[in-house]
């Protein structure tokens, strides 16, 4: 599958899952509601008979212990749906409840209780963040949201907290900014150090240890493809000797336990791309698969 602004499903907080799906997206032909299925022993890769709802692209994605959801984006116009598929069947349901207003390019991260969406595009930049609670999939939202609004952002989390990162504020300004949201009580700080640049349009997701925050463009509309990691024990940031393989936008982004994976996205002249780079989490050595 040839595609960008999509989004993939795998959280490190949430307990190993054996597969990770990447949903939705742009292809040359038009918005998609394809999902691909990759089965994390030996990275084959499968399409779902049953895809996303409705053809969409910019929206975003989070994962349960049970089911994965893909919320938001953009189809014939914003949209607050959420699509959940059940691990166990790959069957799609609906939420009755969907976002509290109709966003796209927002972010999705998760706890093993709840999933957030937060950040976004609706009829300008927001800094909502939603909490849908997996016993019964009620939706809430957060009293205090990301430190500022903004879209383009990328999310993942840990055991304890979800994290917020990058994006573009008032006036389209590329932010280094990392919120971070302790699962505990809600309650966010923005971290001393941010990513190593500003940028948006970038890709998140996290082993148990670590969370990885990666590509995207930097202001002036250069691509990247720099991976940032940060450690959990001290939310300390290195920047990754190897980045993907190459300077990339827009992509998805999920996790084993063993490896987190970055794949679709836009190279630069915005040619489409179906590729998926595979790091190790033993070693961030970087694969490409074939």
Do not use: Q
Request: no cysteine.
């Amino acid at each position: 599958m040839v595609s960008t602004w999509l989004n993939g499903l795998a959280s490190g907080a949430v307990p190993a899952l054996p597969a990770g799906y990447f949903g939705g997206g742009y292809e040359s032909a038009g918005r998609v509601s394809t999902v691909d299925r990759f089965l994390f022993s030996d990275d084959s890769r499968t399409t779902l008979g049953t895809g996303l709802s409705a053809a969409t692209d910019a929206l975003a994605a989070m994962a349960s212990a049970v089911a994965g959801y893909f919320g938001g984006g953009y189809a014939t116009g914003n949209v607050t749906t959420v699509d959940r598929f059940l691990f166990s069947t790959a069957s799609r349901s609906t939420l009755g409840t969907g976002l509290s207003a109709a966003r796209n390019v927002l972010a999705g991260m998760a706890s093993a209780d709840a999933g957030y969406f937060g950040g976004g595009y609706a009829t300008g930049r927001v800094s909502t963040v939603d909490r849908f609670l997996f016993s019964d999939d009620s939706r809430t939202t957060l009293g205090t949201g990301l430190s500022a609004a903004r879209n383009k952002v990328a999310a993942m989390a840990s055991a304890d907290a979800g994290y917020f990162g990058g994006g573009a504020e008032a006036g389209g300004a590329d932010v280094s900014t990392v919120d971070r949201f302790l699962f505990s009580n809600d309650s966010r700080t923005t971290l001393g150090t941010g990513l190593s640049a500003a940028r948006a349009s970038l890709a998140g997701m996290a082993s148990a240890a670590a969370g990885y925050f990666g590509g995207g463009t930097e202001d002036g509309g250069g691509f990247v493809s720099a991976v940032d990691r940060f450690l959990f024990s001290n939310d300390s940031r290195t920047t990754l000797g190897t980045g993907l393989s190459a300077a990339r936008r827009y992509m998805g982004a999920m996790a084993s336990e063993d490896a987190g994976y970055f794949g679709g996205g836009s190279e630069s002249g915005d040619s489409y791309i179906s590729t998926v780079d595979r790091f190790l989490f033993s070693n961030d050595s970087r694969t490409t698969l074939g």
